[in-house]
């Protein structure tokens, strides 16, 4: 921010202001000058606090009329190499003359900052992660927030001194996030998209449950369901130790946790099992065997048949 000089009460004395008092790169500032004396022969404007030709940006004769006339400097598109020092010489008609300084701070403007992580693949219990929010950028301030909340007391928790780095210890699943950061100076503020935290965890074993275990053949329906207490997790079939295909009469419900098969075959009898994975492991079910019965034909057709086509054969010899 510009320091500005303010007279002592009841003073006319020479004083400098910003406007606007908070400078961000890229905008315009005005350097004011108050108080300035009224038989005014020519200003002149130096960078720095001393008076030296080599430092002079700008000059005004009265005469001439080439700049303001009320003492104001106007820096265009500012950027952070002017930050630093501005003086005023007045000079007045009786060649007495008086000068002021003041001192800008340019701010940048912040970009949108990113949370980055040193672990992509933390596992449950075991891991440290560390999420830090850049890029890092001077006089700024950086806040977090954890599933749109502010960050709660934990001893898991640690924000560093400057607050741009934080360090979740033994991680959990509930520790995912998301998670937000903030960056902050005088002229900007800028929040980060949401970070989410994968979290690996060994899945529990599920288990497999059927609405039969014997079926007669054509008969149905037959419900498999594939019972896990996981979440975030994919679901496999497999069938005789192989992944399963589905045949006609085969359907997987939309999660997959559900086989139906209707009407049953003779050759859907076997072991089933459901398997449950994430990224970071995979558990199979224990088998489930499924039996399928079906009647046979009865004999006393079998040897009419076979009967019948004897006496067929010795009536076609005959003729």
Known sequence: SLVTFRPPPNTAQLTIET?????AEGSDVLLLAHNVTENLLGYAWYTGERVENSQLIALYRIATNTLYPNGTLLIQHITQKDTGSYTLLITRDDLQTERQTGHLHVHPVLPTPVITSNNSSPWEHEDTVVLTCGPETQNTSYMWWINS????????????????????????????GPYVCEARNPVSVRRSDPFTLKVLYPVARPSLQASSTTVTEHEGPVVLTCLTDETGVSIRWF????????TR??????????LTIDPVSRKDAGNYQCEVSNRANSRKSDPHRLSVTWDLPHPGTASVALVGQAVLSRSLVSH
């Open 19 to 23: 406007v606007p008092p908070l400078a």
């Open 149 to 176: 909340q502010s960050l709660p007391n934990s001893t898991r928790l640690e924000l560093s001194e400057d607050k741009r780095t934080l360090t979740v210890f033994s991680v959990t699943r509930n520790d995912t």
């Open 239 to 246: 069938f005789k130790g192989q992944s399963l295909l589905l």
């Open 249 to 258: 009469g085969m359907t997987l419900s939309l999660d997959n946790s559900t």
